[in-house]
């Protein structure tokens, strides 16, 4: 069994940054890639970033040039920076993990962590 968790979330005033984090753990699996996304109230969710099991990141939606994806010191482990907070940032990022088991490929989501923006 895979799990996934995030953590980070909270309460930030506009113009402020906040790091998630995003762990994997369980057993006899391999990384592939992970994935933050975010949700805003009443919105798709959408992509925000991915990096892959070599560090290559991707940056996508409305946020790329506000975020920074990277590979924590942490085994399994992937950060999320985001920057110059908008009250429009808020919503429910979550993760997900690619990862390889055998030789099949499958993705665990983790429960997402809630980000306010708000003075």
């Known amino acids: 069994q895979v799990h996934v968790v995030e953590s980070g979330g909270g309460l930030v005033q506009p113009g402020g940054s906040l790091r998630l984090s995003c762990s994997v753990s369980?057993?006899?699996?391999?990384?592939?890639?992970m994935d933050w996304y975010r949700q805003a109230p009443g919105k798709q969710r959408e992509l925000v970033a991915s990096i892959d099991i070599t560090g290559r990141a991707n940056y996508a939606g409305s946020m790329n040039e506000r975020v920074t994806i990277s590979r924590d010191s942490a085994e399994n482990t992937v950060a999320l920076r985001v920057y110059s907070l908008k009250s429009e940032d808020t919503g429910v990022y979550s993760c997900?993990?690619?990862?390889?088991?055998?030789?099949?490929?499958?993705?665990?989501w983790g429960q997402g962590t809630q980000v306010t923006v708000s003075s």
């Open positions: 369980g057993s006899s699996f391999s990384l592939y890639s």
């Open positions: 997900r993990a690619v990862v390889q088991i055998g030789s099949r490929r499958y993705q665990y």
